[in-house]
């Protein structure tokens, strides 16, 4: 197989799967959804049809990405880093050696060959095409997620513009609240490509936004790629062939053949409204600012389209896996400037750009702050808060372990980095909006060479008899399960993981 053609397809595999249940009892998209979603979200529930939504002949689909099994499922891999494997495979090609590696060497640059997206003269997406004042948000069932929100928003589209001076596409998921029938706010935030080709127009950039598309590119739409990267050559890499694109209606912008749904229209330089408050994945409301104004001038649909939607909050929330997918598959891309990284962890929790915890193979002084000002330097991860650096052979992603490290290798006054730079758009802690403190912690062991006294050994039994142990365990007659556990907190059954967290 591969992944899902289009949404639809992605519809019929998760319902074979028994990840998906129709919902046929009438909703309420004002706040009504969120309340079930999120109930089903935190008991890592199905993806959810809603088929009667109030006030929209539309069903709406939510969840689709809420597990770990359905992101993978999403790529139609068996893990994330199964995904990131294909792009390690490409990026770290060597010169081949003998006929078997050029051959192989050949599939891959084949790979890339299709992802660039290919243009078809007529597709799905404008099975019905409506313009003027036909065309109109009030067709969709758009939800007010949280009590507080200032209006309905489309939370789940790919906003796709063009620069105006190179010509490169950019494809972002960016939120838009409803401000009519006919426009919306455009949630361009400031460190973003999809503001910086609106910024860089003279009077108006033409936008074209797809709505319910094959889930890798929906999660494309939410990949940091460089600016000059065009995030339907991830998708059609990440799918294995390439996106089909058409010409809009009435904007020169290509759009996904396949979506459900697609918006067209245009935003003004320097026309800005009020967007929000609005619920965030911070976990708190971002309060209103003011943002450019998207005009819809067409819009296109596949027949009974299907309207997607996501709901951001408290953590954690369906957008978790889109942004695990996101960690494991730029994992080997970091690893090009930072070859020295072994892993790394965005805490959920953390709303990820608050906690990066990375383990490198230390093999200097000063090494971990290297690693940190690295974090600090790379693309998104730029507006990283904390980072707390690790020794390779740490697990990242054990967090009693890495508390563990921390505790036991830390001297505050010694180990902790503050310093300061960018911070993300939506984080209200920061005295000043944009800017404001970062901390590095290095929790890895130091020696002499750092000027410390000489870092103590770590406890471990010998293998000889943990294997001994494993062999006679049944002997001893002890009923407890003495599968080696070495004394780790997160191996340990979780009676007893609750009575050491007390
Ligand atoms: C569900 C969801 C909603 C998002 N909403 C916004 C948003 O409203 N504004 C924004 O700038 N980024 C938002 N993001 C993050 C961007 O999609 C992400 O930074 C992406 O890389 C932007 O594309 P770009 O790098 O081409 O600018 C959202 C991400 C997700 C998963
Ligand atoms: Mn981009």
Known sequence: ???????????????????????????????????????????GGPALLFENVKGSD???LINQFGTER????????????????KLSDVLEMQPPQGLVEKMRGLQKLKSIADSQPKSVRSAPCQDVVLEGDDASLDLLPIQKCWPDDAAPFI????VITHDPR??????????MQKLGPHATAMHWQIH???????????????????????????????????????????AGFLRGEPVEVVRAKTVAVDVPANAEIVLEGYVAKDELAEEGPFGDHTGYYTPPERFPVFHLTAMTMRRDAIYPSIVVGKPPQEDAWLGKATERIFLPAIKLTVPELVDYDLPVAGAFHNCCIVSIRKAFPGHAQKVMHAIWGLGMLSLTKAVVVVD???????????????GANVDPQRDVLITEGPLDHLDHAPTRQFYGGKMGIDATH??????????????????????????????????????????????SPRPLRRLLRR
């Open 58 to 60: 539309r069903s709406l």
């Open 192 to 234: 973003k490509d999809g503001r910086a080709d609106y910024l860089a127009t003279d009077g108006k950039i033409e936008v074209a936004v797809a709505l319910g598309t094959d889930p890798v590119t929906t999660y494309a739409a939410s990949a940091p790629l460089p600016k000059h990267i065009d995030e339907l050559m991830l």
């Open 1 to 43: 197989m591969a992944p899902p053609r289009d949404l639809r397809d992605w519809i019929a595999r998760l319902e074979r799967e028994g990840e998906l249940v129709r919902v046929d009892a009438e909703v309420d998209p004002e706040l009504e959804i969120t309340e079930i979603n999120d109930r089903v979200v935190k008991h």
């Open 392 to 406: 390779e052979w740490v697990d990242v992603h054990d967090y009693e372990e890495v508390l563990f490290r921390v």
């Open 155 to 158: 939370t789940l589209p790919a």
């Open 70 to 85: 359905r992101m993978a499922m999403a790529f139609d891999a068996p893990s994330l880093d199964a995904v990131a494997e």
């Open 446 to 491: 130091k020696g002499p060479q750092e000027g410390t006294r000489e870092w103590p050994p770590e406890i471990e039994m010998t293998p000889e008899v943990r294997e001994l142990v494993d062999r006679r365990w049944a002997e001893y007659g002890i009923p407890v399960d003495g599968a080696a556990g070495n004394g780790r907190i997160s191996q």
């Open 166 to 175: 190179t010509g490169v596409r950019n494809v972002g998921m960016y939120r």
